[in-house]
């Protein structure tokens, strides 16, 4: 039974013999780096490179399901580059916005 899945996942079309397979899997690495950059003070993120990571995440987890045949790995990698970059954005959105207004009524 084992044989038979793993060859049904050797054979598919976006299986290992493919880019389809080696792309979005090598793509994991970008998002265990903004994982990564979870420990990184807020001030340092971008702004740029997280909403690219967003959109790029949203733009091609839609892709991957519209396409034959369907890439659920692409899926996968996609939904988790979307979900670091939101949460790296909502961030630093807070500690540029929160902050602010945080120092402004202390001031008052």
């Known amino acids: 039974m084992a044989t038979t899945k793993l060859q049904a996942l050797w054979n598919h079309p976006a299986g290992p013999k493919t880019i389809h397979f080696w792309a979005p899997t090598f793509k994991w690495g970008i998002s265990i780096a903004n994982i990564a950059d979870f420990q990184k003070p807020p001030d340092t993120l971008s702004y740029p490179q997280q909403m690219v990571i967003t959109g790029t995440g949203l733009i091609w987890s ?47």
């Open 62 to 108: 839609r892709y991957s399901t519209v396409i034959t045949p369907k890439n659920w790995n692409l899926f996968s990698v996609s939904l988790a580059m979307a979900a670091t970059g939101i949460y790296q954005l909502t961030r630093k959105i807070k500690h540029d916005y929160a902050s602010e207004t945080d120092v402004n009524v202390a001031k008052e």
